[in-house]
């Protein structure tokens, strides 16, 4: 008899076991862009290696420029209302490459905005190097339809910003839109959503695979080939894209340069990193992520919005996605004339001021296991025998004690960042206490450094 009930017990245990810890498999949406765990092409380790820097980085700047900046997404006193513009208004194409003609950013100074994105506290800049409207911001012999042939412009920002960027040390990546191209006649969409179809009304008679082969690859071999190292191709909107064609991509991009990381919409649940858009998920994603943002309400410039984010916002967000073990892509939409609107630029100089300061406890940081703190969020770094944990107080205690829960660990010391104040610790019924100074070091967020003896213990 006792062995029956220990055999009943060991199985009831093991179920409950098994119940609190299978997390429910997330449901596969079907859609590339949110699928779950991504599909590697190399193995796990080649992967890790070239995804190093980008998770070090944890902070880049996003630049959406184009033909549609010219009047700040308007055309003929029409609202364009985004970079969207030509399908907003369905500008017949004979009509919209017309703006290319006008399109001569004399205050473009490609070292000034790499300048921005650096005194900002960014490591990485991803540049619109073709966005929807199918127009090439760089100079492809693949196809005319681009800013060195068609503007008076008449020259390469790509080559450029690259340039600029690797003289500065930051890293350099563009953006490339793969299922949306309202130049090109091949590029179906799902059921013509957001396809050309006031030019090419027809969508059965479009066939992916000519533009793949036409357009795509060229263009893709011409960024990889002619700028020098490129640390991420950004692909966009991979609806249509087959599984082969997808990895046909990633094979060509690693192939011509094998640093290079892939986002997840290269298509196929395929990539070596995720995306989000506009939002920071729950508890961030099992492999390496990132998500973009706008700093206003357009990617684009947009003339008139002048709805930017506080700087509390952009910092706050940026610590939460490092203690969720993700990067910030922020956007900044130059004008038509070649400048990053003033309103980017005074934020993302009062993010630089705080980086300048708190940039240990984001850059080579990793997600740390104490979650749900009310005050704050926590980002760690492993050290040898043990850790320290950045504890970012976004709200500064009244009674000047800092409450961590459920930390097991032995602490070797708690400082704070900006000035290395030392700060009492104690440590009773399995929650510590830091004593904190009346007035926080910074209002936005302050970081406290607490080194503890071995990984954490939760
Ligand atoms: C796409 C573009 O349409 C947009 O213009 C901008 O370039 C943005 C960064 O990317 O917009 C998307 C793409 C994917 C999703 C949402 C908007 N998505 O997966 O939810």
Redesign the pocket.
């Known amino acids: 008899m006792n062995r029956i009930i220990r055999v009943c017990l060991a199985v009831l245990v093991f179920s409950l076991f098994g119940m609190c810890q299978a997390a429910p498999a997330p449901v596969d949406t079907g859609?590339p862009?949110?699928d779950r765990s991504l599909i590697r092409l190399d193995p796990p380790e080649q992967v890790a290696k070239r995804m190093e820097w980008f998770s070090d980085a944890r902070f880049g700047m996003?630049i959406?420029w184009g033909l549609y900046a010219q009047n700040g997404c308007h055309w003929r006193g029409q609202d364009g209302k985004?970079?969207?513009m030509m399908r907003h208004l369905q500008i017949p194409l004979r009509e919209y490459e017309k703006i290319a003609d006008e399109f001569d950013p004399e205050k473009f100074k490609a070292d000034e905005w790499v300048r921005i994105a650096k005194d900002a506290g960014m490591k990485y800049m991803i540049i619109?190097a073709k966005?929807?409207d199918g127009f090439a911001m760089f100079n492809s012999k693949s196809s005319s339809y681009n800013v060195v042939v068609r503007t008076p412009f008449a020259r390469d920002p790509i080559q450029e910003l690259a340039d600029a960027a690797r003289k500065q040390g930051l890293r350099f990546g563009v953006?490339y839109s793969l299922g949306?191209d309202w130049e090109d006649p091949d590029v179906p969409t799902r059921d013509g959503y957001r396809s050309n179809t006031w030019d090419y009304p027809d969508e059965s008679k479009k066939d992916f695979a000519k533009y793949f082969e036409r357009k795509v690859k060229p263009q893709i071999k011409e960024l990889l080939t002619q700028y020098g190292p490129i640390s991420v191709l950004w692909f966009?909107?991979p609806e249509k894209i087959s599984r082969a064609q997808s990895e046909e991509l990633i094979r060509l991009v690693h192939t011509l340069q094998p640093d290079c990381i892939v986002n997840q919409?290269v298509g196929n649940r395929l990539g070596d990193y995720r995306v989000a858009?506009q939002s920071i998920p729950e508890g961030g994603y099992p492999d390496p992520w990132e998500t973009?943002m706008t700093l206003n309400k357009h990617?684009g410039y947009y003339e008139g919005d002048e709805n930017w984010k506080p700087t509390e916002t952009l910092v706050r967000n940026l610590i939460d996605i490092a203690s969720k073990n993700g990067n910030f892509l922020l956007n900044v939409g130059p004008t038509g004339d070649g400048v990053i609107p003033a309103g980017s630029v005074e934020r993302l100089k009062e993010v630089g001021l705080w980086m300048k300061v708190n940039g240990e406890a984001i850059y080579g940081t990793t997600g740390c296991p104490l979650k749900g703190l009310a005050w704050g969020r926590c980002t760690k770094k492993t050290t040898p025998g043990g850790a320290t944990l950045y504890l970012h107080v976004f709200d500064w205690p009244k009674n000047g004690k800092l409450l961590i829960p459920a930390l097991k660990n032995s602490v070797e010391s708690a400082t704070l960042l900006a000035g290395g104040v030392k700060l009492k610790t104690s440590a009773k019924d399995g929650a510590l206490t830091i004593a904190l100074p009346a007035t926080p070091p910074d209002k936005i967020s302050s970081t406290i450094v607490l080194k503890v003896k071995g990984a954490p213990v939760i």
Do not use: M, P
């Open positions: 859609d862009h949110t996003f959406h985004s970079e969207h619109t966005h929807h953006y949306r966009d909107t919409r858009e973009c990617w």
